[in-house]
């Protein structure tokens, strides 16, 4: 077993060894431009490019040309909710989101606010999932689009997907789905689902860093967006620049043998954090966040009342990597702003903890963990004098 632990599967996951090996060929031997159309090189490199491009819209239910290669699910985000803006504008100016979305959605809003958007901010229920009847009522003539995470990267939670698209359908609005945690690890179908823009990263599904995809509705209704990129016109004049076929390579293949195995991970998954999550809440005070209903199987976001997050993870660093929420926002000391969302004190959010359980997770180490969790908090609740 190796230590520490690994339980931080929402921030980034290990390459599958299968995806490694489908990449390395196109490192050296099968090196060509997927844009040179004169030769055999490029046009090993582009037929790679359009198998992977099967390959990751066969997972969300899509038409392979609906799919457009981006560097990661932020420059994704970037491209739907930017694009749309300037290509909508003359429709309105107005955008909904959740205080709970993730930072490469909110922040890009801001920037949006500075341009002249007006946004609305959703609040969440105490279970982490938005009120679609609050959501239907801040629709105005001027709404454009509206911007809603699948499932929560820090607690797991699962929003009303299909009830947000059915408004949106209804309204004649846009519904982009930043679906970074829950694509490869639930169905998500972008058609059943009624979803119009989707972003995914490879990292989340056992692929390498820096390669994304953005989904984009081409009828029923056709979605158009602004280029944020500019240059030779990659990617159907939505994404210019050298298209990364190593890493869009790897993509396609963490998408394939996600598609084959998903649900029967799934549901080991789902076994293991219920075992893990049920041993830890036998100590006192210590509470799940966030819907157990309507989530991830393989999360689990805890309080751990009389210590602290920061003590927590700094007393296991050795024997378990886990973290108090985002990898994006890991660094600030301040409580993260989505578990206050759902109306925790800014002490009981503190003392919370991510857990991401994944592929290559075993009971061997969820066993370990749970001991070694139990005593570190027993320890520093002990040297707090609280309990």
């Known amino acids: 077993m190796r230590l520490p632990v690994y339980l931080d599967n929402n921030s980034t996951t290990p390459v599958d060894e299968r995806v490694l090996h489908s990449m390395l060929p196109f490192f050296t031997h099968n090196f060509g431009n997927a844009a040179s159309k004169t030769h055999a090189y490029g046009w090993i490199a582009e037929e790679a490019v359009e198998h992977a491009r099967e390959q990751v819209a066969k997972l969300i239910n899509a038409h392979p040309k609906e799919i457009v290669f981006t560097s990661g699910a932020t420059e994704s985000i970037n491209l739907a909710l930017k694009g749309v803006y ?7 100016n107005h ?7 993730h930072k490469a959605v909110l922040d890009t809003c801001k920037h949006l606010e500075k341009s002249g958007a007006d946004v609305t901010y959703l ?23 509206i911007a809603m995470m699948y499932a929560n990267n820090e607690t797991g939670v699962i929003q009303p997907v299909k009830d947000i698209a059915a408004i949106a359908r209804q309204h004649g609005v846009i519904f982009f789905c930043d679906a970074a945690q829950a694509v490869g690890k639930i169905s998500v179908d972008v058609m059943k689902d009624d979803i119009a823009l989707l972003s995914l990263s490879a990292h989340k599904i056992y692929g390498p860093k820096g390669v994304g995809a953005l989904y984009v509705r081409r009828k029923d209704p056709r979605v158009k967006l602004t280029a944020q990129m500019d240059g030779g016109g990659h990617e159907n004049n939505l994404r210019s620049g050298t298209l990364n076929v190593p890493a869009i ?12 195995e998903m ?4 549901e080991r998954l789902n076994v293991l954090r219920n075992k893990f999550e049920t041993a830890l809440l ?7 966040n966030g819907s157990r209903e309507f989530r991830l199987p393989h999360v689990t976001n805890l309080s751990f009342k009389g210590t602290t997050a920061n003590r927590l993870i700094m007393s296991m660093n050795k024997t378990a990597a886990t973290s108090s929420g985002s990898a994006c ?8 702003y989505v578990l206050k969302a759902l ?17 290559f997770t075993t009971e061997e180490e969820i066993d370990f963990a749970v001991m070694e969790i139990k005593s570190s908090v027993q320890k520093l609740r002990a040297e707090s004098n609280v309990f």
Do not use: H
């Open 86 to 92: 300037e290509s909508y504008g003359s429709k309105g």
């Open 95 to 101: 955008i909904i989101t959740c205080a709970t979305e």
């Open 123 to 145: 609040p969440v229920k105490s279970d982490g999932r938005i009120d679609v009847n609050v959501l239907e009522k801040s629709i105005k003539p001027t709404t454009i689009l």
């Open 249 to 260: 390579v790897g993509l396609g293949k963490a998408c394939e043998i996600c598609s084959n």
């Open 263 to 266: 649900n029967d991970e799934a």
């Open 282 to 288: 036998e100590l006192n005070d210590v509470y799940v």
């Open 329 to 336: 926002t890991s660094a600030l000391v301040e409580p993260s």
């Open 343 to 359: 109306g925790l004190t800014d002490e009981l959010a503190n003392t919370s903890l991510r857990f991401g359980l994944g592929r």
